[in-house]
């Protein structure tokens, strides 16, 4: 007989049911609408007061308490995004090369020191939303958590710092639906998450549902390097659609490329695709554009891209819209070349953390520092050591810094050790290939980090493999790997 082992102890699983990563996007009705996040009417933030039970291990958590008749009247309510430390429940722990808790038993977790958070909160679904895709992003949540949906298990999730999204359209109701969720303070997650900084757990980052049509884009993929001596570029698009009806459907893809002035640049179809019932399909193009301004961390020039899907009777299904920089990022001989210009970095490490808010960081804090950075010349910035809320990248693209983004991977306290074991390889995996799939898109991103202090082992190979495998156009980086070939770039 087969003991039984905890998600939150197994290192071979890290998520159910959870959605592919996708860029980081908002939908709108038509393009003409495409921007703001704020601004949809296909995006509902969830962010606020919810109900909350602080347990000090999971054994003293409530049972049942995703039951829609559960009675938490008497529980008290804390804001999301936040951590419960910065609430008042349990305590903020500072470590550096050590873990929390003594690593004899990896990958098992004390359990008698395990805080657990439990939330729940209510929401009413839009009359229009009835005929919809509707999903839930926890853009970060620490560190591992069930979810469910009017008492319905959802799925589970590990990676404290890049989102979760889980559809939530077969548990959808009309008018109130409740949403529950079960934070573990450890899990084996937390091995891999052992970083020089404040340990505080919770939902930290923002809550949002998003709607989409049954045919809608699930995702794309943007580059813009230059040409022609560095003097044009190209715009290569790919965009992946998604038919969740019953019935096989024709659309088209169009783009539209707009300069800073608002001025049309470019008018393209993407290209057209019968959507099988149930299945998705893929587009993708590529045209020259004439002499571009060029994207650098002193000239920061960005075009508005927008996509629209179009149905076969010309209605428009949806729009999205994201910036574009046109730069090629080249590593000759040692020397780092952004558009043929060789640059030399002054960068700083951040940490994505405020010493109010923990690591639900204001986003007026995130320009507070980008604009000290560029206030004492520092034109880098790594994300050390994990990929941080994804406003930093917007800010980044529209300031112009250039951009180490790293995995949040850190094994310190026991260092090489799972980076060799076979069980971690897809853990490995799963968190750089996430990350470059939630960041690619952004100009101010030149760089890949496999995270930091872990030692070396095949499990990094697997992770470099995979990043050079899906994007040539960036230079992958690892702090610890010494002269091995996998990786271009070490500190």
Aim: overall charge negative; charged content about 25%.
């Amino acid at each position: 007989m087969t003991a039984h082992i905890n998600d939150w102890e197994n290192p071979e699983v890290f998520a159910i049911n959870r959605l592919p990563m996708r860029v980081t996007s908002t939908p709108f009705p038509r393009e003409a609408l495409a921007g703001c996040r704020d601004s949809s009417p296909w995006i509902k933030s969830l962010n606020g007061q919810w109900r909350f039970f602080w347990a000090p291990n999971p054994s003293e958590a409530p049972e049942g308490f995703e039951a829609e008749n559960y009675d938490a009247s008497d529980w008290k309510e804390t804001p999301v995004p936040s951590n419960w430390q910065m609430q008042g429940y349990g305590y903020p722990q500072y470590v550096n090369v050590q873990y929390p808790f003594p690593p004899d038993e990896m990958p098992q977790v004390p359990h008698d020191t395990n805080e657990v958070g439990s939330y729940r909160v209510r929401f009413d679904l839009p009359d229009d939303w009835v005929d919809k895709c509707v999903s839930v992003t926890f853009g970060g949540v620490e560190s591992a958590f069930y979810l469910w949906l009017n008492g319905q298990f959802v799925g589970y999730s590990q990676d404290s710092k890049l989102p979760a999204e889980f559809d939530l359209t077969p548990f959808l109701k009309t008018g109130s639906n409740l949403l529950a969720a079960r934070v573990f303070r450890w899990s084996d997650g937390t091995y891999l998450e052992d970083q020089d900084h404040w340990r505080l757990a919770g939902i930290f980052r923002d809550v949002f549902l998003t709607a989409r049509p049954p045919v809608h884009l699930r995702d794309y993929h943007i580059a813009a390097p230059l040409s022609n001596d560095y003097r044009d570029g190209v715009l290569d698009v790919r965009a992946w659609i998604s038919n969740a009806s019953n019935e096989d459907r024709t659309v088209a893809v169009w783009a539209t490329l707009r300069d800073a002035q608002g001025e049309q640049t470019l008018r393209e179809r993407v290209g057209e695709a019968l959507v099988a019932a149930g299945a998705d399909a893929e587009v993708s193009a590529s045209w020259p554009v004439s002499k571009p301004r060029q994207w650098t961390a002193e000239t920061p020039a960005l075009y508005e891209l927008t996509l629209e899907l179009i149905d076969v009777d010309g209605s428009v299904l949806e729009g999205h819209a994201t910036r574009v920089g046109f730069r090629t990022v080249e590593l000759r001989n040692g020397q780092l070349y952004i558009n043929n210009v060789p640059v030399l970095l002054f960068g700083v490490n951040r940490h994505d953390h405020d010493p109010y808010a923990g690591k639900a960081v204001p986003r007026e804090a995130m320009l507070k520092d980008i604009l000290l950075m560029k206030q004492y010349n520092i034109n880098a910035v790594r994300t050390s050591h994990y990929p941080n809320d994804p406003y930093l990248l917007e800010l980044c693209d529209t300031y112009g810094l250039y951009v180490i983004d790293e995995t949040n991977l850190e094994t310190h306290g026991v260092w090489d050790k799972p980076s060799h074991d076979p069980a971690w390889r897809n853990a490995y995996v799963d968190r750089v290939s996430r990350m470059v799939s939630r960041d690619r898109n952004h100009p101010s991103i030149i760089c890949w980090s496999l995270g930091n202090e872990s030692g070396y082992g095949p499990n990094h190979e697997a992770m470099a493999d995979w990043v050079h495998a899906n994007d040539s156009s960036r230079f992958v980086h690892y702090e610890s790997a010494g002269r091995e070939p996998y990786v271009d770039v070490v500190s």
